[in-house]
Structure formats: C-alpha cells, structure tokens
C-alpha cells in the first residue's frame, strides 16, 4: 500500500492538488499544505518547516476540517521530531491551535506516542522520529480508507430513506477532500450519489462569515461536474419550504458520547429545519470524531473567533484570524459581534450518524458507544 493517500490522475497527472502532503527535499524534511485561504483564486502551497508555521496555518483556516486537522497534527509531531525540534511542546502548540475538532489533539496524541514509546523501547531520536512518521502517516491512510467506506454506506442509507432515484442533498461547510485524507465525509457522500447517477443537486449553502461552502464546497463540486447552487446560509428555509431539499448532509468536529454534534455553525438552525419539514438530517463522520470523553453537547468546547470575521469583509486569507480593520467595513466601528465558529446540534434533531464502520440510527448514546466498541475491535 502507497505511504500517503494519492489522488485520482488524470492523464497521467494528479487530478487535484492534495491538502496535505509530507516531502523530503534536500534541504530537509517539509509538510505541505494547499492553502485554503486562497481558494478559489488560486492553487497555492503553504510549505510548513516547523511546528510554529504549521499551528498558524491551523488558525488562519490555511488547513481546516476535523479529519485533516487530525492528520495535520500527526505529521506536525512529526516534523518536530524529524527536525530535532522539542517535542512535547510542539505537540502541545499543535493539539491546543483549535478547540473544537477532536481529531487534532488525537492526531497529536497518535505521533507523540508512537514517538515517546519509541523511546521508551531504547530507539534513538532518529528512529524515534521516524516512528512518529509512520504514525503520522498510518492515520492519513486509514482516513482516506474511512472516507471511502462512508461513502458507501452514506449512498446506502440515502437509498433507503429516500424515494425517488435521485437525490437533492444540502450540505454545510466544506467536507470534501480538502479536509480528508480521501475524499472527505458528508460531500464524498454527494459524490458518490453523482457517479451513480443519484445526484440531482448539491444544494451548497455559502457559510458565513469565511464562505468555507462558497469557495471550497463551491470548488470542489465544480471540479467533480456535479449538479451544484449555491445559496446564502439564510435562503435554506425558502428552500425547504419550497420542498427541494430530500436530505441534508453534514460533516462534524466532536460527537459528544450521548450523539451531540459539533459543526461549522449554521449547522443546528439546518437540523430544526429538517425537522419541522420532515427531511433526513444525516452526520457523516470517523470514528475518530466521536469523543467518549466528553458526555454531551453542553461540555463540548466551542471556538469563538474575532468579531471582524463578521464585522469587516476581507480576502479570506486576511478575514481568517488576520488583523482588525484590514477589510471593508459592514458594520459601524466598535461594533461587537458575536462569532463562534460551531454549534451543537442535539442527538434528537440527527436522523443518522454514518461513520466508517456503520450507521447509527437513531442516534442514542448506547448505540454510539456500541459502535465505537466495535470499531476499536476491527
Ligand atoms: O472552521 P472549519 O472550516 O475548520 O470548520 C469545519 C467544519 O465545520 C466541517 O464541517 C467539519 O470539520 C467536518 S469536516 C469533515
């Protein structure tokens, strides 16, 4: 099996730039990330050589979405290590960039542990390191193979909620291959449905304030040919109201134990309209996104951002944690806003969770925790 995840080619080329890669040029071990900021514009790459320009990336959104947040963290361990850098206090930089998406603080934990037990067995640092990398490395694959698997069972559990052939699905965010080590959660579902000719629309909801469904759901539909519109976040009432919507996909950041979902927010209002309108609300998330330890949806730590994502329209790559006062104003100076980055959607209000290893549904807390059993056993 390859080390890392390789995307489709296409005439001999790969399809897409990956979201994340490790090199090893000459001048020494590097990850590569493609910068989100600057999508759709243009491709361009972030080249981290150290745990510090890998953590800004992660605030600025440069690399974002849970599963990819994991593996960033990994290999960002990893660089550590490889560099000769501290690694513990990489790891604990890089496990505390974001709040909110268990995924990272794992990955971090994978690589530091596999790097520490390395050690602990009498390895040298260059072993040692190495077997952060591996580590690192083992989680990219395992997430592309996880991607693959929801899909599949995503596109059967649309088949048999759904009547009629195909499919108009709403998605949130951006859960496509620029968060994954395949080709995503909930919008490699989407996609599926399109090469089977089940898709009749992605209905692409922009995602305010950083547009994260604008320029990169928008994005990735477009490369893939699917059937795509796009609308703002606060047009999806009409849209259900006007019965176009047969089911709603989204990613999520933490499942609490008791089924709770944390999102990109926006995500929770979708979930209360799916329900008034008696529309499936479907998670698709890794297993790795399902966090025991926290109990519910109220323990679940939500990140708040700056107020002038909201307050000031700028270029992405300067809206994303970047400096006050750089963009156009929408709102009068001092203004305060109020900005968290995720909601939590109440297992009640989730018609299913579909994760690499099976759908859960209804979603209670014992079938949760039989799943995450199960999945530790596989
Ligand atoms: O703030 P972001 O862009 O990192 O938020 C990402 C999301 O909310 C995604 O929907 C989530 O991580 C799931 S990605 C599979």
Redesign the pocket.
Known sequence: MADQYAPPLKNGQPEFIPAIRWEEPPEGPVLVLLDQTRLPAEEVEWVCTDAPALVQAIQT?AV????VLGIAGAYGVALAAVRGFDVDEAANALATARPT?VNLARGVERAREAYRKALEDGAGQDEAAAAALAEARALHREDAEAARLMAGYGLELLDELLTGGAHRILTH???GAL??GGE???FAVALEAHRAGRLRRLWVDETRP?L?GARLTAYEAARNDMPYTLLTDNAAGSLFAAGEVDAVL????RIAADGAVA??VGSYPLAVLARYHHVPFIVV?PLSTVDEDTPDGAAIEVEQRPGHEVTEFAAPQAAAGGEPGGGIPLAPLGTQAYNP??DVTPPELVTAIVTEHGVVSPVTADALAELCARGRQE
């Not at 974002?64 to 599963?67: L, Q």
């Not at 989204?250 to 950041?253: K, L, Q, Y």
């Open positions: 959104l974002r979405g849970a599963p998406a965010c951006n859960t968060v994954s995503g959660t909930a950083l994260q989204i990613g999520a950041d999102n990109k998330a980055a995720f």
